[in-house]
């Protein structure tokens, strides 16, 4: 497909803010607005020696070597990479470096993280993605000369440099790098694309609470950087180790689940998002106008996952966007969220569905424990959490209830729904009493369940559905579906629904339907209840809520 | 994530359809809608019949055993499945049937596709989504009875049923059915899902036009399905053997795509689809108000996954809808489709992205041709097609344009896009000469390209940029992007592009951008071509186009 021209007013605003005064005060934000000053501040100053050196007046920062330097060839910033040719040079990734490779010489490419400058000495350390190494330069006249470390010590925080030179083992481990037992001794250093001034500091970013109020405690002010103005600049937030780590861990979640839920004999299906709907219909919709005709924005998949089941599909998933019109300020509530959905065909019970639930957490548990235990203690490395436990527990509504009413909770109603705190509540009652940061309750009372919701054959004040909890929060709603035309009316009935409006959906079940049932997941707060971080924004790469719509 | 109430008119306005007077003319289509009046005349009197049935009269159609029938317990309608229990019976898959099972009695679960009663016996064909199986019975008072028959010739095509049989191998090859050497011996019989009256017929939409042209020239005359027809009644429709098969093909193009990428060190992203936007600001956009802000639907993730770059996430696709806008309605251009797209770092030149897109349709050309060699015979039953050859082959735009002016158009502008019909005439050309229905066409003039592709850096006339061709249709479009502040603003200036628009986008590249280019792939596109399928509204489960927003 041809791709679309970037231009008018689309990337302009998806990039500006909204006025700042309609945000929801951060703690953080204060520290964070005088961070923001001196940064703007030194960004004046950058931009002003940019003016200065584009006018032709000698810039303050050395970009070339001197011509009389016999190592110039060793560095100076390159031309811009334009595909001008290609080299056969081959890059090492720092996280790959290690003591095996002592003394031979490598190439990186980077950033620069930190630099420390000293006579004729410079530190660098070099991050690429979570690791980082640290460069040394020593001037010598032989491999390194002093415009060498001039340069390298001049080179901003980060711009993108290829680094070469050869690894050593030094005699102690080197603190505050993840690659504490090897060095790079610098033989040449190139800028490939350089940083202005910054928002705000990588290493303020990167900083856990605990390493704050350790200082705090040490009578030491650490700058952090509030949520706001990391999200304004969510592109230079993301390059946080633990920001690289969160969204490798939700792409891996991503891919649990596919590869899950295709050996259990799904198949991957798109639905649309655009939707027919008049303007005066259904809350909480984004409602367009689609070429002369009322359209929304789907909500979920639900009526077309549904109708691929009608079309012996079998078994579908879909991985998309979502979209609520919702004005929920909470943790846990985004107006655009990707929908992990899932919908399948039963013989006889909607067990059929939770045996694939299990199996599916039971896999994105594992698989995140085992699989990315390094990007977990990257994560934890900034925000501290213990790894989830999993074992299967299933227990009925009246079960829970059982348990809240005697666990403290007296007069819990048992056909109501269970709030947050009550969720919570049983959440820890359940990691006591069973040990598992996971369980399912099913048979949810009729009464609180959506209308297409098939009720129990033993007792229709109960029905066929479920809510997935990890660490006391709700990950999952599903239930088995009413299948059968004449029912479905029925229940819209009851539940007040206008049959008149829904009567292209009952007529779908009308050609043979197969009995089925199915459950939807919000992916971010997978990663954000495993990882326990606390906010939905964080497990989003760029998060949409109802005061936020850039970048 | 809470499920939302499925209610108020966006539902039903999901499935309305728009004013067939606004639709194309489809030939077929006359011939459909006599179909679809005789379904609707026979709905109305299966509906009068269900409607007396209900008042206690006799119903014309037999749902359960007469009473004093001693094998009353063989057949009958089962209770509405609702998870009344599990039983521990197991379903073989009709797919699964096969001589090696014969004499053993299996249970299936699949449709009714068609009826033949004739006296004591019946000859049903079972059909479980591509595979048919033929089912008799033959009243013989032991295992079978005559109300058994009577039972069976009476559940209407496409019902749901369970099917107790023993495996028997006929005589002779069964014509007709997916499953040639196997037929079941019915001892059992059960509608788990009756379907009233039929739009069309299933036997019809699937038959290929080589059929019925051949049946013309006999003198006959088949009924086929017209497009609209089949698309109001999509999740009918699907049920066809091409489609079930087209629709596995496009997840398994997914799955290809992604399992490659990740294989190559990429990984999965999710970028919003609401951003900001004004009114006055760009073509083809869907615009909405965003809790009173405007916003727009995405067009591309061209800027997020360029962020994502930005953001060290070195590696990055996403698979998510494309929205725009556009008053095309040609056989390959959808308002909302499947978007392919990645975005990665690069060393030195945009040869490393051709490199992967070539490793990409590798694996997606191989992929499809070994591992789903079944759904690409399935597909060519009803719409047959050479599968299409792959070798990796590089062409400059001036290489093509000399191919071109050899080969019969001397007038094709050297600096100029291409239009459809030079694509297809040099996709032909491109055939004959190297043997490939794929290849890469390289360096197109910089004036045919978005203000953000990188000039080469040997002559600025030329772009580092490339178009992807399957049968000579495009289906990728990419470059390498301008990493580089000042490079890009003087590119927009120079294409006309208000820099005050695109400032921040512009911002976006002065923290130090890795040099990186990417590309996007209609996955309706890659699923439609590879099939020669000729209409993309074949490739998309529900597609959206000027004219069609629903189901």
Same mark, same amino acid.
């Given at each position: 497909m041809s791709e679309p021209e970037?231009?008018?007013?689309t990337i302009e605003d998806s990039q500006s803010s909204l006025a700042s005064s309609t945000r929801e005060k951060d703690p953080k934000e204060v520290e964070a607005k005088k961070a923001a000053k001196a940064a703007e501040k030194a960004a004046k100053e950058a931009a002003k020696a940019e003016r200065a050196a584009q006018r032709?007046?000698?810039? %303050?920062?050395?970009?070339q070597p001197e %011509?009389?330097?016999?190592?110039?060839?060793?560095?100076g910033d390159y031309p811009m990479?334009?595909?001008? =040719?290609?080299?056969?040079r081959k890059w090492t990734h720092v996280e790959d470096?290690?003591?095996?490779?002592?003394?031979q010489k490598v190439l990186v490419r980077g950033r620069i993280h930190t630099t420390r400058g000293k006579g004729k000495s410079a530190f660098l350390v070099i991050r690429q993605r979570t690791a980082t190494v640290q460069a040394i330069l020593f001037a010598?006249?032989?491999?390194?000369?002093k415009g060498m470390v001039k340069y390298a010590t001049q080179i901003s925080k980060e711009s993108i440099v290829d680094v070469e030179g050869v690894v050593k083992v030094p005699a102690n481990p080197i603190e505050g790098?993840?690659?504490?037992d090897v060095e790079l001794q610098v033989t040449g250093i190139r800028a490939v694309s350089r940083a202005a %001034?910054?928002?705000?500091e990588l290493v303020d970013a990167a900083r856990s609470e605990e390493e704050v109020k350790a200082a705090a405690e040490r009578g030491e002010i650490m700058p952090t950087v509030g949520q706001d103005l990391r999200l304004d600049n969510r592109f230079l937030d993301l390059r946080t180790p633990a920001n690289q780590a969160i969204f490798k861990l939700q792409s891996a979640v991503c891919q649990l689940f596919k590869s899950t839920l295709l050996a259990e004999g799904f198949q991957e299906i798109h639905t649309p998002k655009l939707i027919a709907g008049a303007s005066? =219909?259904?809350?909480a919709v984004f409602r367009l106008d689609y070429m002369g005709t009322p359209a929304c924005l789907a909500q979920s998949p639900q009526l077309y996952k549904q109708m691929a089941i009608c079309a012996d599909c079998d078994r579908v998933f879909e991985v998309g966007p979502v979209f609520r019109a919702e004005q929920s300020y909470t943790h846990r509530h985004l107006c655009e969220f990707m929908g992990l959905d899932l919908e399948m065909a039963i013989h006889e019970h909607y067990f059929e569905v939770l045996d694939v639930i299990e199996k599916l957490f039971e896999a994105i548990f594992n698989g995140l424990a085992t699989t990315y235990a390094k990007e977990l203690a990257v994560v934890a490395t900034q925000y501290p959490f213990d790894i989830p436990t999993f074992k299967p527990l299933r227990l009925t509504f009246p079960e829970g209830i059982a348990m809240l009413r005697e666990g403290?909770?007296?007069?819990?109603?048992?056909l109501g729904d269970l709030n947050t705190e009550l969720e919570r509540a049983l959440g820890r009652m359940v990691k006591e009493k069973y040990g598992t940061d996971f369980f399912i309750l099913h048979r949810?009372?009729?009464?609180?369940?959506?209308?297409?919701t098939m009720p129990c054959s033993?007792?229709?004040?109960?029905?066929?559905s479920y809510d997935v909890f990890i660490r006391g929060e709700e990950i999952i709603s599903g239930a088995q579906r009413v299948h059968d035309a004449d029912l479905l009316t029925e229940r819209a009935k009851a539940c007040g629904v206008p049959v008149e409006t829904i009567q292209s959906y009952i007529d779908s079940f009308k050609l043979g339907a197969p009995p089925h049932g199915g459950a939807g997941v919000g992916l971010e707060r997978v990663v954000m209840l495993y990882c326990a971080l606390g906010n939905i924004r964080k497990t989003s790469m760029f998060p949409r809520d109802p005061k936020r719509l850039t970048p």
């Open positions: 970037v231009g008018g007013l032709g007046v000698k810039a %303050a920062i050395m970009t %011509a009389d330097d016999p190592l110039k060839d060793a560095y990479v334009q595909s001008q =040719g290609q080299t056969g470096l290690s003591p095996a490779l002592v003394d010598d006249d032989t491999t390194v000369s790098c993840s690659q504490k %001034a910054l928002p705000f005066e =219909g259904g809350a403290g909770y007296p007069d819990v109603d048992p949810y009372p009729s009464a609180v369940r959506p209308f297409y033993d007792d229709p004040t109960y029905s066929n």
